[in-house]
């Protein structure tokens, strides 16, 4: 791990225009992610800025019937939330089937947003890689890709987004609530947050540099059988292959986002009214242009199927 300094902000607005100031600053609450990145050298911020002191560790009712969920507000205690598990269960369901109950304890509703990708030619310093070297070449095309995308991807990258936390707020139309260097606020939709790779992998989500996350938004509750399923290699501490939130009414209407198959979580709406078809149509539109790997082509028909198995339950429990 190369040499930084650090300071503890006072208020948010004062954290934002430290890590303006300094081009490789960076946010630390957690930790769970960015101290290995840095031991690996991956990521090496000259200047480490602490934002556990601000405060920012509640959830809220909102005026409107929702939820203002800190940006420090750990992964347990927000799983284990009575109203997270009464109204959003999928949200309750997604973050207990992350990492371990240990990882759950430090890591952060803004850090599980910003966890970069698990990509292992990502993780492998001695292979070029786009997201960690701008320009230098993807190693994973033509490589194994049997974790890695099959949708959404580009020549340039085709890392997945680990986070099932992420796949649950996309699914339940969350709001991300920022703080910017200047002291402003703002309110970026979950589903143009995280960023396609395009020609640019590097850029992975819609934050300036030194922009804050202070809260996650979540409207009123939507009605409805709430699922969260995780197809995984093994039973826990394992990311995803595929996996599948869902919101799902009693006419086989419903909301669904997949996890494990894209660079962000991958929910396209214009498909949805496809659901009461079932899986198979909606699958059709949700997934057109898709272009897997030889060895990750099977990821389709894990996802088909799975959500097959979750509107058959969905709708028996409706």
Request: proline letters at 7%; a positive charge; charged letters at 20%.
């Amino acid at each position: 791990m190369k040499a930084f300094s650090y300071e503890r902000a006072r208020t948010p607005a004062e954290a934002a225009a430290a890590v303006a100031r300094q081009p490789e600053a960076r946010f630390i609450a957690g930790g769970t992610n960015l101290l290995d990145l840095m031991k690996l050298q991956i990521e090496a911020p000259t200047h480490l800025v602490d934002v556990n002191p601000l405060g920012m560790d509640r959830i809220e009712a909102t005026r409107d019937g929702g939820l203002r969920i800190g940006a420090l507000v750990r992964n347990s205690d927000l799983a284990a939330d009575a109203a997270v598990k009464r109204d959003y269960p999928v949200l309750s369901r997604a973050l207990l089937a992350g990492a371990s109950g240990q990882l759950r304890n430090r890591a952060t509703t803004a850090g599980n947003l910003l966890q970069r990708t698990r990509c292992p030619y990502f993780y492998d310093t001695a292979q070029p890689c786009n997201k960690r070297q701008p320009g230098s070449g993807c190693s994973a095309q033509g490589g194994i890709a049997r974790s890695l995308a099959v949708i959404g991807a580009s020549p340039a990258c085709i890392a997945t987004h680990p986070s099932d936390m992420a796949v649950a707020m996309r699914v339940l139309d969350a709001d991300v609530e920022t703080v910017t260097p200047d002291g402003a606020t703002r309110r970026i939709p979950i589903a143009d947050f995280h960023k396609l790779p395009g020609n640019t992998p590097h850029v992975e989500h819609a934050l300036q540099h030194g922009e804050l996350i202070t809260a996650v938004l979540l409207p009123k509750p939507v009605e409805g059988v709430h699922v969260y399923r995780k197809v995984r290699d093994r039973a826990s501490y394992a990311f995803a292959l595929v996996s599948v939130a869902a919101i799902v009414q009693r006419d086989g209407s419903g909301r669904v986002a997949f996890g494990g198959v894209a660079p962000k979580p991958w929910r396209v709406e214009k498909a949805e009214p496809a659901l009461r078809d079932g899986a198979p149509r909606f699958m059709a539109q949700a997934f057109a242009g898709a272009r897997p790997a030889e060895d990750n082509a099977f990821k389709l028909t894990l996802a088909e199927r799975t959500l097959a198995g979750i509107l058959q339950s969905a709708r028996s429990a409706a």
